[in-house]
C-alpha cells in the first residue's frame, strides 16, 4: 500500500512539474511550500532559495499577488485577478499573467493554505498584437491600391508643368527655385506611391536557401561605412548550428537592412547593436496536416533612447514616424516582408534600455519543400 502512495506522490511531482503554469503552494502561515519549475522561470527565483521562505518577503513588491494570497488564506475561498496583472519581478523577464488564488483544504483538518495559480498570457497578448498589425496592414493595401492609381496620373501631370515653367523661365530667374521645389517634391511623393504600390502587389517571391547568419554578415558589412565616424560596434552571437531557411534573397536583405539601420539610426555614439540568432524557444508554426516547424529567431538589440510605451503600439501603422525625414511605410514593408515569410516582428524595449526587435522565421525543410514544390 505504501509502495503504491509512494508511486502516486512521484506522478504527482512530475505532473506539476510538467505543468507550463506557474504553480505556487503556500501554507496558512505564508511560507512557500511548493514552487514548480515554471514558477523558478517566471519568477526568476530557484526552488531553493523559495522553499520555507515567506511569500511576501519574496514577493513584496507584487501588491496585486499579495492582496489575493492574503484574501485566500484569511477568508478561505478562491480569487482571481480581473484584470491582467504585470509581473515586474528584479531579474526576471516582465510577464503579462491571469492570476487565480485558492485555498487547500483536507478532509479532517482546518485550511492548510493556498495554492497560486499563474497562467503566462505575454505570448497570447503578443500574437494578438501581429493579428492587429497584420489587418492594419491588410486595409492599407487594399486602400494602397486604389489610391496610388488616382494619384499617380494628376502627379505626372504636376511635375510636366512644372519643368515646362523651368525651360520658360531665364536659367538666373529668383522664380526658378519655386518650379524646381515643384518637381522636387512630386518625385518624392512618387516614391511614397511606389512603396505603397509595392505594398498592395508586392513581387511574387523567389524562394531559395539562405544562410541567415551570412546574410546578417553582410547587411552589417554594408551599413558599417554608414557610422564608421561614431564608434558603433556590431557585437555577434550568432549559432552556427543553424541551418539554411528557405526564404527571397532580396525581401530579406531589404528586411534586415531595414531593421539594422534603424538601430543605428537609434544609437548613440560609442554605444553597441547585438545581433544574435538561436532557434526560438517561444514560437513554432503549425499548418493543417504538417508537423510543428521550429522557428528561428533572429534579434538586433541597440543602446538607444528605446521606443515610449505610447508609441509601440504604433510603430507598424502606415504613415505613422517618429523621424523628421521618415515616412511612415519603413516598417510596414518589413512586417510585409515577415508576414509573407510566414514569420513574426516584434519590438520591445529593454529594462537595461534600448530596443529590442525580433524577427521568427519559420526553419522549413528545404529539401522536402522542394520536392513538394516539383510536383505541382
Known amino acids: ?37 515554471a514558477a523558478q522561470h517566471f519568477t526568476g527565483l530557484s526552488e531553493k532559495n523559495a522553499l520555507s521562505k515567506s511569500f511576501y518577503e519574496c514577493f513584496k513588491d507584487e501588491e496585486t499577488l499579495c492582496y489575493l494570497l492574503r484574501t485566500a488564506l484569511n477568508e478561505g475561498r478562491s480569487i482571481s485577478s480581473h484584470e491582467t496583472v504585470t509581473l515586474k519581478i528584479s531579474g526576471a523577464q516582465q510577464r503579462q499573467v491571469s492570476i487565480t488564488v485558492s485555498p487547500i483544504f483536507s478532509v479532517s ?22 493579428v492587429r498589425h497584420a489587418d492594419q496592414l491588410v486595409m492599407i493595401e487594399t486602400m494602397a491600391a486604389g489610391l496610388a492609381h488616382e494619384i499617380k496620373n494628376p502627379l505626372g501631370g504636376i511635375k510636366g508643368s512644372a519643368q515646362l515653367l523651368q525651360l520658360e523661365l531665364e536659367s538666373d530667374s529668383e522664380l526658378q527655385e519655386y518650379p524646381q521645389l515643384i518637381v522636387k517634391e512630386a518625385e518624392r511623393v512618387n516614391r511614397i506611391i511606389q512603396e505603397l504600390l509595392n505594398l ?32 558603433i560596434l556590431f557585437v555577434w552571437k550568432l549559432d552556427p548550428s543553424i541551418p539554411d531557411i528557405l526564404g527571397d534573397h532580396d525581401l530579406l536583405m531589404s528586411l534586415f537592412l531595414n531593421l539594422i539601420k534603424n538601430s543605428c539610426e ?41 521606443i515610449p510605451t505610447t508609441d509601440l503600439e504604433k510603430i507598424f501603422t502606415p504613415f505613422y514616424t517618429t523621424k523628421t525625414a521618415g515616412n511612415g511605410l519603413g516598417l510596414s514593408i518589413c512586417q510585409k516582408i515577415v508576414t509573407d515569410h510566414e514569420g513574426l516582428l ?31
Open 1 to 37: 500500500m505504501s509502495n503504491q502512495t509512494n508511486v502516486s506522490q512521484h506522478e504527482c511531482a512530475m505532473i506539476l512539474e510538467n505543468i507550463a503554469d506557474a504553480i505556487i503552494a503556500v501554507s496558512q502561515q505564508g511560507k512557500i511550500v511548493l514552487f514548480n519549475s
Open 109 to 130: 483538518a482546518p485550511q492548510q493554505g493556498a495554492v497560486i495559480v499563474l497562467h503566462d498570457l505575454t505570448r497570447i497578448h503578443s500574437l494578438e498584437s501581429v
Open 200 to 231: 498592395s502587389n508586392p513581387r511574387k517571391e523567389r524562394l531559395e536557401a539562405i544562410n541567415i547568419g551570412q546574410l546578417l554578415l553582410k547587411i552589417v558589412k554594408l551599413q558599417k561605412s554608414t557610422v564608421t565616424d561614431r564608434s
Open 266 to 306: 537609434a544609437s548613440p555614439d560609442n554605444s553597441k547593436i547585438t545581433i544574435s540568432t538561436q532557434i526560438s524557444t517561444d514560437y513554432h508554426l503549425s499548418l493543417p496536416g504538417t508537423r510543428p516547424t521550429p522557428m528561428v529567431q533572429i534579434s538586433i538589440t541597440d543602446e538607444g533612447p528605446g
Open 346 to 376: 516584434q519590438f520591445a524595449n529593454q529594462s537595461t534600455g534600448g530596443t529590442q526587435v525580433k524577427v521568427s522565421l519559420p526553419l522549413f525543410h528545404i529539401r522536402a519543400t522542394n520536392e513538394k514544390d516539383k510536383g505541382k
